[in-house]
């Protein structure tokens, strides 16, 4: 019912719907993976959030640039406005090779001896696909996920992944631009020579009152990012609220 090509009109300079963007890389995949992931199809981009499957998803890694760093864990927890599924939440530490960086360790507290029995990204990629197979994927600061996980198909099958996704730090920034409150922070943070409110995740869930977790682990920043988003459309969208008006 949702997962079919909109019947809406784009107007010219537009970009192209999420459902002709994955027509297009169909035509031209070739890894069996991804063919079924674009073939899947996306929900359509008028269907109100409030029906719409999500994946909230969090990786860590080894650190932020995609060309040198790569991944060490994985989670990934389905969700809808209504409910989420903690209990078919998955988790993956995978072997980052040569790449693991020592200094990363301080944030996501996984070892070299913790990966050196670990499968590579490789033989969990296909499930990791599959998980955000028909949801719209739900992150905290999209450049991670996003890129990383690009890279990683790119890398292991020479051709790259786009999904769309919805991005709870993005959503925080932009009504913490807008808001009166926030221009005034700024200013008295500015005079005072103080950093602006944070956007981070745990900072971003406290202004909804959500409880503290330990942080930097995929799983459980999965989530914390699921839940935060529940928050948001609570206080800022509403249910009926447009899939296209918070994806990118």
Sequence with gaps: MFFRRSEQRRRK?????????????????????????YQAGVVDE???????????????????????????????VPFTLRRISSSQGRYWVVNPGGRFREDSVVFHRIT????????????????????????VVVVHYRQIERRFLDAAARERWGEGIIFPVIDTMDI?????RQSLAARWSRFWAHFWGRNERSLRLAASRSRYN?????????????????????AQVAWRFSPQTPVSDLWQ
Excluded: N
Aim: with cysteine.
């Design 13 to 37: 300079g537009e970009p192209l719907p999420w459902w002709d963007l994955y027509a297009k890389r169909l035509t031209r995949v070739r890894h069996p993976v991804l063919r079924a992931f």
């Design 46 to 76: 008028a269907t109100a959030i409030e029906d719409v499957p999500m994946t909230a998803m969090d990786f860590e890694t080894t650190g932020l640039d995609p060309a040198k760093d790569t991944i060490v864990s994985i989670g990934v």
């Design 112 to 135: 070299h001896r913790d990966v050196e029995q670990c499968p590579d990204l490789r033989d969990v990629l296909p499930e990791v696909i599959q998980a955000i197979s028909r949801t």
């Design 172 to 176: 925080e920034a932009r009504f913490h």
């Design 210 to 230: 959500l409880p503290v977790y330990a942080p930097h682990h995929a799983l459980t920043d999965a989530l914390a990012t699921a839940e935060l988003f529940q």
